[in-house]
Nanobody, 123 residues
Framework: QTLLVESGGGLVQPGGSLKLSCVAS????????IAWFRRAPGREREGIAC????????YWEDSVKGRFTISRDNAKSTVYLQMNSLKPDDTALYYC????????????????WGQGTQVTISS
């Protein structure tokens, strides 16, 4: 079965850190670009970052630049999102998506989505 499964979310205090994982199964992650998104209650979905097959990273959301880092470990079929200096505004459901084969991060075309992991930032 072709899946993306996120984990690593939780409740942390402002200023804390979390590392999210997006594990792929049923396909070879090496040949795909993978993106992270988030959706906060009452807000539109936001694209956070994308990492391509050659480890090139693009950060779409200005508010996370300098705080979040996207990376990948193809041997573990996993894409990570390291989140530092977390703020209450980062509270959201975070999920990853596979960029459509043959497309790239800049095409914003996705054919597989995970279910998400909840991140809550609160004191």
């Amino acid at each position: 079965q072709t899946l993306l499964v996120e984990s690593g979310g939780g409740l942390v205090q402002p200023g804390g850190s979390l590392k999210l994982s997006c594990v792929a199964s049923g396909f070879i992650i090496d040949i795909f670009d993978i993106a992270w998104f988030r959706r906060a209650p009452g807000r539109e979905r936001e694209g956070i970052a994308c990492i391509d097959r050659n480890w090139g990273a693009t950060y779409w959301e200005d508010s996370v630049k300098g705080r979040f880092t996207i990376s990948r470990d193809n041997a573990k079929s996993t894409v990570y999102l390291q989140m530092n200096s977390l703020k209450p505004d980062d509270t959201a459901l975070y999920y990853c998506a596979r960029v459509t084969h043959g497309s790239s991060c800049s095409d914003h075309s996705y054919d597989l989505w995970g279910q998400g992991t909840q991140v809550t930032i609160s004191s």
